[in-house]
């Protein structure tokens, strides 16, 4: 029943931007915090970006804080990751995650399928 489904990734030149998107279904969006993981090719899959049940709370890897941005609209049970001033090493899997409980250091019971970003010129 619970689903994640990630969109948006795709082939993008450095500088450039994208914007993800992490549709979920099967429970109340606003009663979790959810978290974007990225794993780049031979890497660890790892959590680049948190948002709580409530909009208060927002975490980032610090390789990019600044430039990405972690948003939800509960209304289309949505949550979005705008990823500007892209680099090279952003390129990855990207998945969203939903943690267990409404803060962002709870763990994930649930992730999505994953979307490709690919930075290259």
């Known amino acids: 029943q619970v689903q994640l489904v990630e969109s948006g990734g795709g082939l993008v030149q450095p500088g450039g931007s994208l914007r993800l998107s992490c549709v979920a279904s099967?429970?109340?969006?606003?009663?979790?915090?959810i978290s974007w993981f990225r794993q780049a090719p031979g890497k660890e899959r790892e959590s680049i970006s948190c948002i709580n049940n409530s909009d208060d709370q927002f975490d980032y890897l610090n390789s990019v804080k600044g430039r990405f941005t972690i948003s939800r609209d509960n209304a289309k049970n949505t949550v979005y990751m705008q990823m500007n001033s892209l680099k090279p090493e952003d390129t990855g899997d990207y998945y969203c995650g939903r943690r267990t409980r409404q803060l962002c250091s709870g763990p994930i019971d649930y992730w999505g399928q994953g979307a490709k970003v690919n930075v290259s010129s």
């Open positions: 099967g429970f109340s969006l606003d009663r979790y915090a």
